[in-house]
């Protein structure tokens, strides 16, 4: 129910959309059902077979006899007319009945003109909302699963929720009205007649309902198999490598036959149910047609409830339509209640605490002055201590070496200063200062990172390296570039520049990845360098060259480098050797040879025994 407010409000964010709809659709409901009743005179006259009882020229007695007033209007105008020239009046019936259903059409195109509107910003204003928060969200958030999981939620969820605005606008706003009306029209012409007719249809929505249902369940797996397939496609030619180096085409194929095939069964299904509904409806309906033929032309040919043939005409007009609304109302009902879930789950995203958030009154950090210090640093990201007691101090200009084995916490240490994560026992300082007193936009300023996987966005070369900036200058970025040993190959690229480099920078190679991403953090100029294996994933030939360009980066910067490579960290002004979480050993590199511990041995293993 709660959600359900939260979809009215969603309809009502743009009120006078919502406002316009609504008057649009109703407008059009009362014109639908006047183009109709119009017919009836018309009809009279053609078949000329009626005694048409004579309407004095009525006069206007308040709002509340306006349908009698105008009903009777309309009749007098055109008794008077066929009096005079019969072939004026017919002109006129044609001319206002045309003009009824040209305004009929208007309105209702008036009324979807502003829903589409309403119902796209409402989708826009819900994505706006989730990206914004979705980039805000604490890093422990950004699991595999849950990405997926966010983009699921960005599409479907959000389809539904428009789906269910408009379902509102129509439901609670259109469809009754005409139903309404509907039913008015009818009592309006028979009041006899309205009540067999209410006791048929019953029945008919019975039955096409339950076909309605049953084929929902099968589409709905038909879908999820879908997705099956999909996925098995995603997956096989997404590692197509693996497939074709494994001879496993012909296992991988067979089993997406398999896959193919039941989908296939389960949509043949799904369309022969749905395919089945229009003429089961065609059939129930005329049935009910049938028999209200039958009871009206019985009423006629008595000739006692005053029922005349055209009028009849105009009421089976009308029943037929009636259908329509109440099905509405049905698909509106669904539509809503499938919306709460999805509503339900793009609340859970905007409702997650942002576990990282600034301190209210929160410092400025203007310039790093004197050091980082970690002091007996505790950290775990579920139950597991990851850190234990860590403790160093990394001054102004120096830089630290972190090293160990895989899995020994050194990420996570570097993770931690630009406070993607909060320490969970200890502190950490900048210049003396809890870096949690810190603003956040200014601490991520002074700090530059340079991961072992580069991240690039598809986009130029030019917006990569001067990343977040609006402004960057031309040849602040092309100094960057050569800074990072980039240019060179920047401008051998087909636009330079203004070269796109495609979905995570795949029209790169690794090394050239890696250079974009130095020449990023040059560009971005901190006083705070962290390098987590920087060059680990490059061949030997670029690694020299990206490192060269490391270098020329670290130059009268603070660093903290982490590396699997030890050659890469020999000139360190003090390394770490970490070991499960805690400091195993620390010193420079020769202090750490000469105590012949686990550096000396990872030094041995690298064939590194100077
Ligand atoms: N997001 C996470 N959620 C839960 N546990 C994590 C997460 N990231 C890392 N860990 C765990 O924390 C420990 C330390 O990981 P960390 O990435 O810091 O190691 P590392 O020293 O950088 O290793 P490598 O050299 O392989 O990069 C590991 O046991 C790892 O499984
Ligand atoms: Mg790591």
Redesign the pocket.
């Known amino acids: 129910m709660k959600s359900l407010m939260e979809i009215y409000r969603y309809t009502f964010s743009y009120r006078w959309q919502a406002i316009l709809t609504i008057i649009f659709n109703l407008l059009f409901v009362i014109f639908n059902l006047l183009s109709i009743v119009l017919l009836i005179p018309f009809l009279q006259m053609i078949f000329k077979t009626e005694e048409v009882k004579y309407v004095a020229k009525p006069v206007y007695k308040g709002i509340t006899h306006i349908v009698e007033y105008v009903t009777n209007s309309y009749q007098y105008i055109m008794q008077e007319m066929v009096k005079d020239d019969p072939k004026s009046a017919l002109l006129f019936v044609c001319v206002t009945v045309f003009i009824a259903f040209f305004l009929k059409s208007l309105f209702r195109y008036g009324a979807i003109w502003h829903q589409s509107q309403l119902r796209m910003a409402v989708v826009r204003d819900i994505k706006n909302k989730l990206y914004a928060k979705a980039l805000r969200l604490p890093?422990?958030y950004y699991?595999e699963e849950r990405k997926g999981d966010l983009m699921s939620r960005m599409n479907s969820d959000v389809g539904e929720i428009e789906i269910a605005v408009v379902s509102m606008l129509e439901l609670v706003f259109r469809e009754p009205f005409a139903v309404l009306t509907s039913i008015a029209g009818l009592i309006y012409i028979s009041p006899k007649l309205t009540l067999i007719s209410f006791i048929l249809l019953p029945v008919s929505a019975f039955v096409i309902s339950r076909i309605g249902k049953s084929l929902k369940r099968t589409a709905k797996a038909g879908q999820e198999q879908n997705g099956i397939v999909y996925s098995a496609i995603d997956e096989t030619l997404g590692g197509i490598k693996v497939v074709k180096a494994f001879n496993a085409i012909r296992y991988v194929q067979a089993n997406f036959e398999k896959i193919n095939l039941r989908h296939q069964q389960l949509i043949t299904k799904a369309f022969r149910k749905r395919d089945l509904s229009p003429p089961l409806n065609e059939v129930l309906g005329s049935a009910v047609m049938i028999c209200l033929v039958w009871f009206g032309g019985v009423m006629i040919l008595d000739g006692q409830s005053g029922l005349t043939g055209s009028k009849f005409v105009g009421f089976i007009i009308i029943f037929s339509q009636l259908l329509r609304p109440i099905q509405g109302i049905a698909t509106s009902v669904g539509n809503l209640n499938k919306a709460q879930p999805s509503q339900d789950r793009i609340n859970e995203i905007l409702n997650t605490e942002e576990t990282i958030e600034q301190q209210v009154g929160a410092i400025p950090l203007t310039t790093f002055e004197d050091s980082i210090e970690l002091d007996h640093v505790w950290f775990r990201?579920?139950d597991?201590m990851?850190l234990q007691d860590v403790s160093f101090s990394l001054k102004r200009g120096k830089t630290i070496a972190?090293v160990?084995?895989?899995?020994?916490?050194?990420?996570?240490?570097?993770?931690l200063l630009p406070r993607f994560y909060d320490v969970s026992e200890g502190v950490i300082r900048i210049d003396g200062q809890d870096i949690r007193t810190y603003q956040l936009e200014d601490l991520h300023r002074h700090i530059g990172i340079v991961s072992?996987e580069s991240i690039l966005f598809n986009d130029t070369v030019r917006s990569n390296i001067a990343f977040g900036m609006d402004d960057a200058p031309m040849e602040k970025i092309i100094e960057a570039a050569k800074i990072a040993h980039a240019h060179e190959f920047i401008i051998n690229m087909e636009n330079g520049y203004d070269s796109v480099i495609g979905e995570r920078g795949n029209k790169l190679s690794g090394g050239q990845k890696q250079r974009l991403s130095i020449a990023r953090a040059i560009m971005k100029n901190p006083s705070i360098l962290i390098l987590?294996?920087a060059t680990s994933a490059l061949d030997t030939e670029s690694e020299k060259i990206v490192q060269g360009a490391l270098d020329e980066l670290m130059k009268d910067r603070t660093s903290l480098i982490?590396a699997?490579r030890l050659s890469t960290v020999i000139n360190a002004d003090e390394i770490l050797v970490?070991s499960k979480?805690k400091i195993a050993e620390r010193g420079t590199h020769q202090e750490l040879l000469e105590k012949k511990g686990l550096y000396h041995n990872l030094c041995s293993l690298q064939g590194m025994q100077s």
């Open positions: 890093m422990s699991t990201y579920k597991e990851v972190l160990g084995e895989s899995g020994s916490g050194k990420s996570t240490i570097a993770d072992q987590d294996e982490i699997h970490l979480g």
